[in-house]
Nanobody
């Protein structure tokens, strides 16, 4: 089964920054649109950001616009999520996903998922 692997999560204070990475040795990222989702305790998984195959288009949920930046390096088979000005409300497990549609905010339309990385923002 194809696996994506997230890294870069951690415990930070409000206002700090983190950069999440997502890589796969099995999936050719250039063939897929990539997305980031997050899930806080007791809440449904929510869309955060997505990037198209050839980096020509990017899509964010409103709550992270201006603070988060999604990017990708197809040569390294890696997608990133730069998170600045973090807020306690950003606390969640963050997941990356690969899919064939863009723009796409619905989790069920992504075929491949990672196991997630925890981001905790203290106030």
């Amino acid at each position: 089964q194809v696996q994506l692997e997230e890294s870069g999560g951690g415990l930070v204070q409000a206002g700090d920054s983190l950069r999440l990475s997502c890589a796969s040795s099995e999936l050719t990222f250039s063939r897929y649109a990539m997305g980031w989702f997050r899930q806080a305790p007791g809440k449904e998984r929510e869309f955060v950001a997505a990037i198209s195959w050839v980096i020509t288009a990017i899509y964010y949920t409103d709550s992270v616009k201006g603070r988060f930046t999604i990017s990708r390096d197809n040569a390294k088979n890696t997608v990133y999520l730069q998170m600045n000005s973090l807020e306690p409300e950003d606390t969640a497990v963050y997941y990356c996903a690969a899919g064939s549609r863009f723009p796409e905010s619905r989790a069920y339309n992504y075929a491949y998922w990672g196991q997630g990385t925890q981001v905790t923002v203290s106030s």
